[in-house]
Structure formats: C-alpha cells, structure tokens
C-alpha cells in the first residue's frame, strides 16, 4: 500500500511539473509573440522585408494568415548549434538549463491558448494545406522549449517559403513575473 501511495505522489509531482512547463510557454509565447515574429506583416506577404516592399495598414481586414506547426520540432542539428553558441557566449546557466530539461517533452501547441498574435490570424499547418489564400504570410515552427524556474530557451522558425526562413534561439529571464528577452541569437538561415 505505501509502495502505491508512494507511485502516485511521484506521479502526481511529475504532472504538476508538466503542467507548470506548459503554462509557462504559453505565458512566454503570448508576452513575446511580436518579439519572436515582427509587429508587422509585409505587402508582399513575407515576414522578411524585401526591397520596394511596404508594411500592410493597420486595417483589421488586413490581418494575415500564419500557420503554425502543432508539434514541437527536435533537431540534433539546432541543439548543437544552441550549445556552441551558449559556449561561446560563456552562458554556462543556460546551458545547463538544456541538461536538467533532457527528456522531457510538451504535447502539441494549443493554438487557441496563444493570443497576443497583433496583425497575424493562427492556424494549424494541416489546415493550411487546404487553403488557397494570399493571406497566408508563411510558417512558424517551435523547437522543444527549455524552460525552468526563472530561465528559458525557446528556439523558433520563422518560414516564408521552403526556400525562405531562420531558426533563433531565444534566452528568456523571468523579472517580476513576466518573461523578458535576455538575449537573441540565430541557428540557422536558409
């Protein structure tokens, strides 16, 4: 009996962690969306300003179209990429935030949960596939985030096309119960 009691307090520890982790991203994501994206969407449709281009009024009719991947992406690739830059940058505290994280994991991102998206509308990548609107700016995918109890790292792309996007890595601190961009470097460019 103490064997089983002794289970479902680890078990329920476990969870309450998890649940903590997930509110917590989303409280990141709704604090910073604008940061992560840009506060503005371009006429061309792209979030990369490109030459002659100009920015979208800010009619609410003009809000454009983002789709979001629902399941965190993990590449070996952009986590050694995170560790070389922190090394680099002597942050020796959040790399060992990517140590204690190691194996846990969010579910799938809850769209209806992010909502301080400015001029963008979300919807899930599956159902942009069956979309045919020019409203549609591009992608944003999320890698596993790192988050403990007053750091994180969450690593984001930010897509206009196949051929179009970066991948940055974000350092968040937690000041006065609100999540602030300590520093901001990119992993990758294509």
């Not at 591009?138 to 996007?165: M, N, R, Y």
């Not at 350092?171 to 990119?186: A, G, H, M, S, T």
Request: overall charge positive; aromatic content about 12%; proline content about 2%.
């Amino acid at each position: 009996m103490k064997t089983l009691c002794f289970a479902c307090i680890i078990f329920l520890v476990i969870l309450s962690c998890e649940s903590y982790k997930t509110n917590c991203f989303y409280d990141i994501i709704n604090e910073n969306f604008l940061n992560f994206t840009d506060t503005v969407a371009y006429k061309s449709g792209t979030f990369f300003l490109i030459p002659g281009d100009s920015i979208i009024g800010s009619n609410a009719n003009n809000k454009m179209i983002v789709a979001v991947d629902t399941l965190f992406f993990q590449s070996p690739t952009v986590i050694k990429s995170l560790i070389i830059e922190l090394e680099k940058r002597n942050l020796i505290d959040y790399k060992e935030l990517l140590k204690e994280e190691k194996g846990q994991s969010l579910a799938a991102i809850d769209l209806s949960r992010i909502k301080h998206t400015g001029k963008y509308n979300l919807i899930s990548f599956a159902k942009s596939q069956t979309m045919k609107s020019k409203k549609l700016l591009g992608g944003i995918s999320f890698g596993q985030p790192f988050i403990g109890e007053d750091k994180a790292i969450i690593v984001f792309t930010l897509q206009s096309s196949p051929k179009a996007g970066i991948t940055n890595a974000y350092l968040l601190d937690k000041q006065n119960d609100k999540w602030k961009i300590r520093n901001v470097f990119e992993l990758e460019r294509w």
